[in-house]
Protein backbone atom coordinates (compact mmCIF):
# COMPACT_ATOMS: atom_id res chain seq x y z
CA UNK A 1 0.00 0.00 0.00
CA UNK A 2 1.28 3.73 -0.92
CA UNK A 3 0.01 6.46 1.43
CA UNK A 4 0.63 9.80 0.30
CA UNK A 5 0.03 12.15 3.25
CA UNK A 6 -0.58 15.90 2.49
CA UNK A 7 2.57 15.92 0.18
CA UNK A 8 3.76 19.53 -1.19
CA UNK A 9 6.53 20.43 -3.58
CA UNK A 10 7.90 24.25 -3.86
CA UNK A 11 10.35 25.42 -6.24
CA UNK A 12 11.24 28.89 -4.42
CA UNK A 13 7.63 30.80 -4.44
CA UNK A 14 5.97 28.17 -7.06
CA UNK A 15 3.74 25.25 -5.75
CA UNK A 16 3.70 22.70 -7.83
CA UNK A 17 2.41 19.99 -5.80
CA UNK A 18 0.27 21.30 -3.23
CA UNK A 19 -0.80 19.05 -0.17
CA UNK A 20 -1.70 16.13 -1.88
CA UNK A 21 -3.30 12.67 -0.21
CA UNK A 22 -3.81 9.90 -1.58
CA UNK A 23 -4.23 5.77 -0.50
CA UNK A 24 -3.19 3.12 -3.50
CA UNK A 25 -4.40 -0.01 -2.13
CA UNK A 26 -1.89 -2.97 -2.72
CA UNK A 27 -1.98 -4.86 -6.40
CA UNK A 28 -4.17 -1.88 -7.91
CA UNK A 29 -3.51 0.97 -10.74
CA UNK A 30 -3.41 4.26 -10.07
CA UNK A 31 -3.75 6.50 -12.98
CA UNK A 32 -2.36 10.33 -12.70
CA UNK A 33 -4.30 12.41 -15.46
CA UNK A 34 -4.27 16.23 -15.39
CA UNK A 35 -2.91 19.34 -17.88
CA UNK A 36 1.08 19.78 -19.06
CA UNK A 37 2.32 20.97 -15.94
CA UNK A 38 -0.15 20.08 -13.47
CA UNK A 39 2.68 18.53 -10.94
CA UNK A 40 2.14 14.77 -12.26
CA UNK A 41 5.21 13.65 -12.78
CA UNK A 42 6.33 15.61 -9.45
CA UNK A 43 4.51 13.57 -7.82
CA UNK A 44 5.17 10.35 -9.40
CA UNK A 45 8.96 11.02 -9.01
CA UNK A 46 8.27 12.43 -4.88
CA UNK A 47 7.64 8.05 -4.52
CA UNK A 48 10.79 7.31 -5.54
CA UNK A 49 12.32 10.31 -4.32
CA UNK A 50 14.05 11.48 -7.23
CA UNK A 51 12.36 14.55 -6.09
CA UNK A 52 12.49 15.75 -2.07
CA UNK A 53 8.75 17.17 -0.67
CA UNK A 54 9.14 19.96 0.99
CA UNK A 55 6.51 18.46 3.26
CA UNK A 56 4.18 15.14 3.70
CA UNK A 57 5.07 12.13 3.91
CA UNK A 58 4.73 8.93 1.58
CA UNK A 59 4.47 5.78 2.71
CA UNK A 60 5.21 2.15 0.99
CA UNK A 61 3.36 -0.42 3.25
CA UNK A 62 3.71 1.27 6.62
CA UNK A 63 7.01 2.70 6.09
CA UNK A 64 8.38 6.28 5.47
CA UNK A 65 10.39 6.20 1.97
CA UNK A 66 12.88 8.42 3.92
CA UNK A 67 13.91 5.49 6.01
CA UNK A 68 16.31 4.14 3.25
CA UNK A 69 18.88 5.75 0.76
CA UNK A 70 17.25 6.85 -2.14
CA UNK A 71 19.41 4.95 -3.96
CA UNK A 72 18.27 2.22 -1.98
CA UNK A 73 14.84 3.12 -2.56
CA UNK A 74 15.04 2.84 -5.90
CA UNK A 75 16.04 -0.16 -6.48
CA UNK A 76 12.79 -1.47 -4.92
CA UNK A 77 11.03 0.03 -6.99
CA UNK A 78 10.60 -0.12 -10.87
CA UNK A 79 10.21 3.12 -13.25
CA UNK A 80 9.58 3.29 -16.36
CA UNK A 81 9.39 6.29 -18.38
CA UNK A 82 8.56 7.80 -21.98
CA UNK A 83 11.10 7.01 -24.69
CA UNK A 84 12.50 4.00 -22.25
CA UNK A 85 15.29 5.91 -21.34
CA UNK A 86 17.95 2.67 -21.91
CA UNK A 87 21.61 2.76 -21.90
CA UNK A 88 22.91 2.80 -25.79
CA UNK A 89 25.89 1.17 -24.88
CA UNK A 90 24.57 -1.85 -23.08
CA UNK A 91 22.76 -4.95 -24.66
CA UNK A 92 19.09 -6.07 -24.40
CA UNK A 93 19.67 -8.18 -21.49
CA UNK A 94 22.35 -6.02 -19.95
CA UNK A 95 19.65 -3.43 -19.55
CA UNK A 96 17.45 -5.36 -18.27
CA UNK A 97 19.72 -6.87 -15.93
CA UNK A 98 20.65 -3.40 -14.64
CA UNK A 99 18.93 -3.46 -10.94
CA UNK A 100 19.55 -7.44 -9.96
CA UNK A 101 22.76 -6.59 -11.30
CA UNK A 102 23.13 -3.92 -8.34
CA UNK A 103 21.23 -6.24 -6.12
CA UNK A 104 23.88 -8.63 -6.64
CA UNK A 105 22.45 -11.26 -7.91
CA UNK A 106 24.09 -14.72 -8.77
CA UNK A 107 24.35 -14.97 -12.82
CA UNK A 108 22.05 -18.20 -13.14
CA UNK A 109 19.30 -16.22 -11.26
CA UNK A 110 20.02 -13.04 -13.42
CA UNK A 111 20.04 -14.85 -16.62
CA UNK A 112 16.61 -17.10 -15.78
CA UNK A 113 14.85 -13.82 -15.22
CA UNK A 114 15.81 -11.92 -17.81
CA UNK A 115 15.11 -14.90 -20.05
CA UNK A 116 11.59 -14.94 -18.34
CA UNK A 117 10.85 -10.96 -19.37
CA UNK A 118 11.96 -11.64 -22.73
CA UNK A 119 9.49 -14.23 -23.23
CA UNK A 120 6.88 -12.42 -21.35
CA UNK A 121 7.08 -9.38 -23.88
CA UNK A 122 7.56 -11.89 -26.81
CA UNK A 123 11.79 -11.21 -27.33
CA UNK A 124 13.11 -14.05 -27.91
CA UNK A 125 16.62 -14.06 -25.88
CA UNK A 126 18.47 -15.54 -28.11
CA UNK A 127 17.75 -13.07 -31.01
CA UNK A 128 17.36 -9.50 -28.81
CA UNK A 129 19.43 -10.13 -25.48
CA UNK A 130 22.71 -9.62 -27.30
CA UNK A 131 21.40 -6.50 -29.85
CA UNK A 132 21.66 -2.54 -28.60
CA UNK A 133 18.54 -0.89 -28.15
CA UNK A 134 19.07 1.13 -31.54
CA UNK A 135 18.52 -2.14 -33.44
CA UNK A 136 14.95 -2.59 -32.17
CA UNK A 137 11.61 -0.92 -32.94
CA UNK A 138 10.24 1.75 -30.84
CA UNK A 139 7.63 -0.65 -29.90
CA UNK A 140 10.33 -3.02 -28.98
CA UNK A 141 12.41 -0.29 -26.67
CA UNK A 142 9.55 0.24 -24.87
CA UNK A 143 8.53 -3.37 -23.97
CA UNK A 144 12.40 -3.60 -22.77
CA UNK A 145 11.95 -0.57 -20.82
CA UNK A 146 9.26 -1.93 -18.87
CA UNK A 147 10.74 -5.31 -18.33
CA UNK A 148 13.87 -3.75 -17.16
CA UNK A 149 11.57 -1.78 -14.50
CA UNK A 150 10.00 -4.87 -13.54
CA UNK A 151 13.72 -6.89 -13.78
CA UNK A 152 13.92 -7.32 -9.52
CA UNK A 153 10.00 -7.92 -9.17
CA UNK A 154 9.28 -4.70 -8.23
CA UNK A 155 5.88 -4.24 -5.77
CA UNK A 156 5.98 -1.29 -6.77
CA UNK A 157 6.02 0.48 -10.65
CA UNK A 158 5.76 3.85 -11.58
CA UNK A 159 5.55 4.42 -15.10
CA UNK A 160 5.63 8.09 -16.73
CA UNK A 161 3.78 8.49 -20.16
CA UNK A 162 5.46 4.56 -20.62
CA UNK A 163 3.04 4.59 -24.02
CA UNK A 164 3.11 8.25 -24.84
CA UNK A 165 5.53 7.75 -27.85
CA UNK A 166 3.82 4.39 -29.31
CA UNK A 167 1.09 4.71 -32.18
CA UNK A 168 -2.39 3.91 -31.17
CA UNK A 169 -2.15 -0.04 -32.66
CA UNK A 170 0.80 -1.15 -30.42
CA UNK A 171 0.14 1.07 -27.52
CA UNK A 172 -3.45 -0.83 -26.88
CA UNK A 173 -0.99 -4.01 -27.00
CA UNK A 174 1.93 -2.73 -24.89
CA UNK A 175 -1.50 -1.69 -22.26
CA UNK A 176 -3.20 -5.34 -22.71
CA UNK A 177 0.31 -6.79 -21.40
CA UNK A 178 0.87 -4.45 -18.95
CA UNK A 179 -2.54 -5.39 -17.35
CA UNK A 180 -1.87 -8.81 -17.85
CA UNK A 181 1.52 -8.88 -16.02
CA UNK A 182 0.22 -6.72 -13.37
CA UNK A 183 -2.43 -9.57 -12.48
CA UNK A 184 0.33 -11.89 -13.25
CA UNK A 185 2.34 -10.56 -10.73
CA UNK A 186 0.36 -8.34 -8.21
CA UNK A 187 2.56 -5.26 -8.69
CA UNK A 188 1.14 -1.97 -7.68
CA UNK A 189 0.92 0.67 -10.32
CA UNK A 190 1.22 4.29 -10.77
CA UNK A 191 0.96 5.42 -13.95
CA UNK A 192 1.35 9.26 -15.54
CA UNK A 193 -0.56 10.24 -18.72
CA UNK A 194 -2.12 12.66 -20.57
CA UNK A 195 -4.59 10.56 -22.41
CA UNK A 196 -8.21 10.11 -20.84
CA UNK A 197 -8.72 6.50 -22.65
CA UNK A 198 -6.31 5.02 -21.19
CA UNK A 199 -6.82 6.00 -17.56
CA UNK A 200 -10.57 4.55 -17.80
CA UNK A 201 -9.01 1.52 -19.25
CA UNK A 202 -6.04 1.13 -17.26
CA UNK A 203 -7.20 2.75 -14.00
CA UNK A 204 -8.69 0.82 -10.94
CA UNK A 205 -8.66 4.55 -9.91
CA UNK A 206 -7.58 7.81 -11.56
CA UNK A 207 -6.40 10.71 -10.08
CA UNK A 208 -7.12 13.99 -11.64
CA UNK A 209 -4.17 17.09 -11.07
CA UNK A 210 -5.16 20.67 -11.82
CA UNK A 211 -2.46 23.22 -11.17
CA UNK A 212 -0.44 21.19 -8.51
CA UNK A 213 -4.06 19.82 -6.48
CA UNK A 214 -5.34 16.58 -6.42
CA UNK A 215 -9.42 17.17 -7.57
CA UNK A 216 -10.63 14.01 -7.81
CA UNK A 217 -9.63 10.79 -7.12
CA UNK A 218 -12.14 8.08 -7.34
CA UNK A 219 -12.88 4.98 -9.86
CA UNK A 220 -13.13 5.42 -13.46
CA UNK A 221 -17.02 5.03 -13.65
CA UNK A 222 -17.56 7.71 -10.78
CA UNK A 223 -15.10 10.42 -12.24
CA UNK A 224 -17.44 9.53 -15.56
CA UNK A 225 -20.72 9.99 -14.02
CA UNK A 226 -19.92 12.24 -11.32
CA UNK A 227 -16.87 14.72 -12.30
CA UNK A 228 -15.69 16.88 -9.62
CA UNK A 229 -15.60 20.34 -10.93
CA UNK A 230 -16.01 22.02 -14.55
CA UNK A 231 -12.87 21.27 -15.13
CA UNK A 232 -12.77 17.41 -14.65
CA UNK A 233 -15.76 17.44 -17.00
CA UNK A 234 -14.07 19.09 -19.35
CA UNK A 235 -11.01 16.49 -19.11
CA UNK A 236 -13.12 13.73 -19.62
CA UNK A 237 -14.98 15.41 -22.41
CA UNK A 238 -18.28 15.47 -21.86
CA UNK A 239 -19.39 14.14 -25.76
CA UNK A 240 -17.15 10.84 -24.96
CA UNK A 241 -18.56 10.16 -21.82
CA UNK A 242 -21.39 8.19 -22.83
CA UNK A 243 -19.19 5.73 -24.36
CA UNK A 244 -16.68 5.59 -22.09
CA UNK A 245 -18.89 4.59 -19.37
CA UNK A 246 -20.28 1.55 -21.57
CA UNK A 247 -16.94 0.48 -22.15
CA UNK A 248 -16.78 -0.25 -18.51
CA UNK A 249 -19.88 -2.28 -18.27
CA UNK A 250 -20.19 -5.90 -19.53
CA UNK A 251 -23.20 -7.00 -21.58
CA UNK A 252 -24.14 -9.91 -19.18
CA UNK A 253 -25.09 -6.58 -16.67
CA UNK A 254 -27.29 -5.20 -18.83
CA UNK A 255 -29.06 -8.24 -20.24
CA UNK A 256 -32.95 -8.12 -20.08
CA UNK A 257 -35.68 -10.82 -20.39
CA UNK A 258 -36.50 -12.09 -23.68
CA UNK A 259 -35.22 -12.90 -27.03
CA UNK A 260 -33.92 -11.21 -30.71
CA UNK A 261 -33.11 -12.36 -33.86
CA UNK A 262 -29.58 -12.69 -35.19
CA UNK A 263 -25.87 -13.67 -34.06
CA UNK A 264 -25.67 -13.10 -30.18
CA UNK A 265 -22.95 -10.93 -28.50
CA UNK A 266 -20.70 -12.64 -25.46
CA UNK A 267 -21.91 -11.74 -22.14
CA UNK A 268 -17.88 -10.92 -22.06
CA UNK A 269 -18.28 -8.63 -24.63
CA UNK A 270 -18.30 -4.52 -23.61
CA UNK A 271 -21.59 -2.48 -24.05
CA UNK A 272 -19.85 0.23 -25.90
CA UNK A 273 -18.77 -3.40 -28.38
CA UNK A 274 -23.05 -4.30 -28.01
CA UNK A 275 -23.90 -0.65 -28.79
CA UNK A 276 -21.26 -0.76 -31.72
CA UNK A 277 -22.68 -4.16 -32.64
CA UNK A 278 -26.35 -2.60 -32.58
CA UNK A 279 -26.34 0.79 -34.23
CA UNK A 280 -24.18 -0.69 -37.15
CA UNK A 281 -26.63 -3.68 -37.69
CA UNK A 282 -29.50 -1.28 -37.48
CA UNK A 283 -31.05 -3.90 -35.04
CA UNK A 284 -33.02 -2.83 -32.02
CA UNK A 285 -31.94 -5.82 -29.94
CA UNK A 286 -29.41 -8.60 -29.88
CA UNK A 287 -29.44 -12.01 -28.32
CA UNK A 288 -27.13 -12.42 -25.28
CA UNK A 289 -25.23 -15.86 -25.02
CA UNK A 290 -23.38 -16.70 -21.33
CA UNK A 291 -20.06 -18.23 -21.04
CA UNK A 292 -21.24 -22.11 -22.35
CA UNK A 293 -22.62 -20.23 -25.29
CA UNK A 294 -26.58 -21.12 -23.97
CA UNK A 295 -29.00 -17.75 -24.04
CA UNK A 296 -29.33 -15.87 -21.58
CA UNK A 297 -31.69 -12.94 -23.30
CA UNK A 298 -30.97 -9.95 -24.89
CA UNK A 299 -29.13 -6.74 -25.15
CA UNK A 300 -31.46 -3.49 -26.39
CA UNK A 301 -30.55 0.17 -27.78
CA UNK A 302 -32.90 1.38 -25.32
CA UNK A 303 -31.44 -0.53 -22.11
CA UNK A 304 -27.92 0.43 -23.25
CA UNK A 305 -28.85 4.29 -24.26
CA UNK A 306 -30.28 4.54 -20.81
CA UNK A 307 -26.99 3.23 -18.83
CA UNK A 308 -25.12 5.74 -20.85
CA UNK A 309 -26.92 8.61 -19.61
CA UNK A 310 -25.90 10.43 -16.95
CA UNK A 311 -26.80 9.45 -13.41
CA UNK A 312 -29.44 12.00 -12.10
N1 LIG B 1 13.28 21.30 -10.99
C1 LIG B 1 12.31 22.20 -11.18
N2 LIG B 1 12.50 23.50 -10.89
C2 LIG B 1 11.52 24.39 -11.06
N3 LIG B 1 10.31 24.11 -11.52
C3 LIG B 1 10.05 22.84 -11.84
C4 LIG B 1 11.03 21.81 -11.69
N4 LIG B 1 10.49 20.63 -12.07
C5 LIG B 1 9.23 20.91 -12.46
N5 LIG B 1 8.96 22.22 -12.33
C6 LIG B 1 7.69 22.88 -12.64
O1 LIG B 1 6.66 22.22 -11.94
C7 LIG B 1 5.46 22.19 -12.68
C8 LIG B 1 4.93 20.79 -12.72
O2 LIG B 1 5.80 19.98 -13.51
P1 LIG B 1 5.52 18.44 -13.76
O3 LIG B 1 6.57 17.95 -14.70
O4 LIG B 1 5.35 17.75 -12.48
O5 LIG B 1 4.12 18.51 -14.51
P2 LIG B 1 3.37 17.39 -15.35
O6 LIG B 1 1.96 17.45 -14.93
O7 LIG B 1 4.08 16.09 -15.24
O8 LIG B 1 3.52 17.98 -16.81
P3 LIG B 1 3.71 17.22 -18.21
O9 LIG B 1 2.43 16.49 -18.44
O10 LIG B 1 3.92 18.34 -19.17
O11 LIG B 1 4.90 16.32 -18.07
C9 LIG B 1 5.79 22.78 -14.04
O12 LIG B 1 5.33 24.10 -14.08
C10 LIG B 1 7.29 22.73 -14.09
O13 LIG B 1 7.80 23.76 -14.88
Known amino acids: ?118 MLYQLDPEAFGPRYPHELSGGQQQRVGVARALAAEPNVLLMDEPFGALDPIIRTKAQEDLLAIQKRFGTTIILVTHDMEEAVHMGDKIAVMDAGKLVQYAKPAEILAKPASAFVETLVGASERPFRLLSLGRVSDAVEKGSAEGEAISGDASQRDALAELLWSGRPALPVSGADGSPIGRVTVDGLVRRAARPA
Open 1 to 118: MIEIEGITKRYDATTVVDDVSMVIEPRTIAVIVGTSGSGKTTLLRMINRLVEPTAGIIKLDGADNRSLPGYELRRSIGYAIQGHGLFPHRTVAQNIATVPVLLGWDKARIKARVDELM
